[in-house]
């Protein structure tokens, strides 16, 4: 079962559509990073450089780790039935971009974002790629209040 999940979820990215990242996936996201200090600081852009140049040591890089991810808000949206989501600007005008998952808790924070304000989003690197293999996901995320 979870290998046909994954196979229309393959096929539905490949015709432009997005898998969705589930509520329970971002709470268990939030769970596990909740008393990490940060791991990494980053732009999106880099992220989005170091994915470009090398997906295996970006991966080795990123995932699981507790990241400050900094950067443009180039978009909004999800609930229903998925989480919410920021996406940031990689400075690449194609398909692949930097996206932070929200849980319902953090909706407050989120809808008083607007495209284009530069951020700081707390989150942990996503370690399950076959959701969008055009986007870099970070999940459990909150804004970071900067000092």
Same mark, same amino acid.
């Given at each position: 079962?979870?290998?046909?999940?994954?196979?229309?979820?393959?096929?539905?990215?490949?015709?432009?559509?997005?898998? $969705?990242? =589930?509520?329970? $996936?971002? !709470?268990?996201?939030? !769970?596990?990073?909740? $008393?990490?200090?940060?791991?990494?600081?980053?732009?999106?852009?880099?992220?989005?450089?170091?994915?470009?140049?090398?997906?295996?040591?970006?991966?080795?890089?990123?995932?699981?780790?507790? !990241?400050?991810?900094?950067?443009?808000?180039?978009?909004? %949206? %999800? %609930?229903?039935?998925?989480?919410?989501?920021?996406?940031?600007?990689?400075?690449?005008?194609?398909? &692949?971009?930097?996206?932070?998952?929200?849980?319902? =808790?953090?909706? $407050?924070?989120?809808?008083?974002?607007?495209?284009?304000?530069?951020?700081?989003?707390?989150?942990?690197?996503?370690?399950? &790629?076959?959701?969008?293999?055009?986007?870099?996901?970070?999940?459990?995320? =909150?804004?970071?209040?900067?000092?």
């Amino acid at each position: 079962m979870a290998n046909l999940l994954l196979v229309l979820c393959v096929l539905i990215t490949a015709t432009s559509l997005a898998c $969705d990242v =589930s509520e329970d $996936d971002v !709470l268990q996201a939030e !769970l596990d990073i909740a $008393d990490a200090p940060i791991e990494m600081r980053v732009t999106a852009t880099q992220m989005y450089n170091d994915y470009e140049s090398n997906q295996i040591a970006a991966n080795q890089k990123y995932d699981g780790k507790v !990241l400050a991810v900094n950067g443009t808000v180039e978009g909004l %949206g %999800g %609930g229903e039935d998925s989480a919410y989501y920021v996406d940031l600007n990689t400075g690449d005008f194609t398909t &692949k971009k930097v996206r932070c998952h929200f849980s319902q =808790s953090h909706l $407050d924070d989120i809808t008083s974002l607007q495209k284009g304000d530069r951020v700081t989003l707390r989150g942990k690197g996503d370690e399950g &790629k076959e959701r969008d293999p055009f986007t870099i996901e970070v999940l459990g995320c =909150s804004v970071l209040k900067e000092e």
